[in-house]
């Protein structure tokens, strides 16, 4: 079986500074893929360069689609969500307005409002803050509602930059749950990135580890928990 | 009272060129996050292109359309050509380029079509209202309230103009919807075009046509969307009205003003509003959590 996304020799850089130094990775259907790492190894460059969002060189091929030469807004077009770090709702809109434009590339109207639905059935607390600002939402609905967001472009790949970033750890658990039902139920693929190691591996089923712009170690889930380096460097303990 | 009544009357008709105007400066904030200072000389240009068309012998209301048309394309085309290679350049040099689209039109107006003070008709029939106030102004007050009220309805209930919102407020974040950002801000330039052409149509019968018409009024129009509030339309018409108003009030009212110093007032208006309420009078709060 072909993968959803084959990335190779992936190079980004901001400026004159190179980040990412040539990754191959690749991402299997319906598959949950965690990249983990320390600070400014990469990792939310590497989900930047798969949307277009930095300079980045080599190929990303969504099925055989070359995405390297695309701008952000025809990336997402292709069928790629990206949750970026630090949410980025749009904080002046109502918490609905921002699910709607999540859909702005589709045009099927019904289907919107009938997604509008599905997003407030896995986050019942959006549909009490639909008219509400976004920017006045807590940290936990705002990623939420970033999630809900991304999901309303019926998404074939999901990225999400650092999702648990400073919410409280019951508002954390919640949110994987739920992120682990829309995977298993819609069979969305997804690519997380995550501080939080032990966390990001409960949720997915493969593993890189980034070290400094390259891939170190890579493997299912289960193997790189047994990985001495890893659990010392990374799980502690 | 009937002097206090003129002057009121008189103020709203100011007003209204002002609203008209500080509308087209509103869209295009809305589009660009900056006030444009080439807003009026395009809309004098726009302007000259309508006197041109029915010198040529066009009917009036075809002339005024396709002159929208037109203003709008060119505004497209000013964010496609100039200011995309500019996307990454910082303010200062955005706000050189500005100044350098003042100059070119200013210039270009006037090597085209010479500097002399021409008439420019009016759609609406002569005459006045109840000896008070033209019939011009009121056909303007409400092309004015039209304005706005299409202005309102597109960015809430159109999928585009929420999607100008987005692509302003958030740029990397619309791109992640799949909005297309720099088309969106290409449109917002086209869009501020137009409206600047409706102000210039609208405002010329009765400031004349000529290369320098709006140098005085686009000082307004900037006063007129402060004090309404940058970021809302509706404030801005407001705005407009309320700058026409105080305006003459103070003209008329404290003798050291009179006439001379009404543009004073203007800046003086700026000035306050900005210190002790920089969102405007009617400007959306942006609440932010602490």
Redesign the interface.
Known sequence: MSQLLDVKGLEASYGPTKVLHGLDFSLEHGGVTTILGANGAGKTTTLRAI?G?VTRKGTIQLEGTELAAL???DI??KGI??V?EGR??????SAE?NL???A??RSDKAGIAEDVERVYGYFPILKQRRNQ?A??L?GGEAQMLAVG?AL??RPRLLLLDEPSFGLAPLIVQELFEILKRINAEEGVSMLLVEQNASLALELADHAYLLETGNIVISGTSESILENETVRRSYLGY | MDLFLQQLLTGLANGAIYACLALAVVMIYQAIDHFNFAQGEMAMFSTYICWAMIAGGVPYWIAFFATIVVSFIGGLAIERIIFKPLHNAPVLSHIVVFIGLVAIFNSFAGAIWDHNIKTFPSPFPEGSFGGLIGLHEVGMFFVTLLLLFAIFCFFRFT?VG??M??AA??P??????????GWMLALGWGLAAAIGAVAGMMIAPIVFLEPNMMLGILLYGFAAAIVGGISSPGGAVAGGFLVGIIENMAGTYIPAIGSELKLTVALILIVTVLLFKPNGLFG?T????V
């Open positions: 949307s969002m701008q952000t807004a997402t077009r969500a990206h970026p980025g709702t749009f904080v002046r809109m307005d709607r434009l999540g702005y590339s600002q920017g006045t807590s967001r309303m472009l | 999928r929420m999607a919102q987005a407020a958030n990397d974040s619309a791109g992640l919807v799949g909005i297309r950002v959306k942006i609440v932010t959590r």
